[in-house]
Each structure stands twice: as structure tokens, then as C-alpha cells.
């Protein structure tokens, strides 16, 4: 049973920045399509950012330019760099994988929580001043 476990959530000031450390146990991040999603309070929960099996790399539009979604294959740990972070950045940020087919090349596919299989518990990210 892969597991995934997030961290590096926390309290930040508007402008500060978090990484956030996603580790897979169980089973390889190499075979999937691996994100991170947010939910904000009162809000669904949505696609932030994901990396495709070839490597590409998808943002939504509010955090292009801020963030930024890196994997470490020998620590099998997906991470999430966030800069210029602002207070609607605040929520609880998954971890996720999914099984996306390279023919997809489209941000809404890969940014889409219902396609995502597996989830970590969240860690929660506080923008505030």
C-alpha cells in the first residue's frame, strides 16, 4: 500500500516562502503523475501543480511564477517550492498521484482531483501577517 506523507506546512508572513516535502513509501512516485492540490477554506479543492511522467510541468494560474514542483528519485519525495506566497494561498495542501496517460498535455487534465488515486493527509499552509 503506497503511502504518502506531507510536510512542511506551517504559519508564513505574505512575501515568505514554504517547501513543502511529499514521501512516498510503499511503492515509486516514477510510475505516475504526481501533484500537489489545495484546499482552501470553504472552497473545493484544486489543482496547484503537477509534474506528468515525462517531466512536464503544470500550474494554475495563480501560482505560475511563484511555484514550483520538483521530485528527488532516490528519496522517492515530491516537493513543492512556494515563493511570494500570499494570503490566498492559505489552506491544506495533498499530496496526490494518479495514473495520467502521456498523451494528456492539457493543465486541466493533470490539475483535476478526480483523477488523482492516492492522497496524503495534507499539511496545512497559513498565510497571514
Known amino acids: 500500500q503506497l503511502q504518502l506523507v506531507e510536510s512542511g506546512g506551517g504559519l508564513v508572513q505574505p512575501g515568505g516562502s514554504l517547501t513543502l516535502s511529499c514521501v512516498a513509501s510503499g511503492g515509486s512516485l516514477d510510475y505516475y503523475a504526481t501533484g500537489w492540490f489545495r484546499q482552501a477554506p470553504g472552497k473545493a479543492r484544486e489543482g496547484i501543480s503537477c509534474?506528468?511522467?515525462?517531466?512536464?510541468?503544470y500550474y494554475t494560474d495563480s501560482v505560475k511564477g511563484r511555484f514550483s514542483i520538483s521530485r528527488d528519485n532516490n528519496k522517492n519525495t515530491l516537493y513543492l517550492q512556494m515563493n511570494s506566497l500570499k494570503p490566498e494561498d492559505t489552506g491544506v495542501y495533498y499530496c496526490?498521484?494518479?495514473?495520467?496517460?502521456?498523451?494528456?498535455?492539457?493543465?486541466?487534465?493533470?490539475?483535476?482531483?478526480?483523477?488523482?488515486?492516492?492522497w496524503g493527509k495534507g499539511t496545512l499552509v497559513t498565510v497571514s501577517s
Open positions: 509534474l506528468s511522467l515525462d517531466g512536464n510541468e
Open positions: 496526490a498521484l494518479g495514473f495520467i496517460s502521456r498523451a494528456a498535455t492539457d493543465a486541466a487534465t493533470y490539475l483535476d482531483p478526480d483523477v488523482m488515486e492516492s
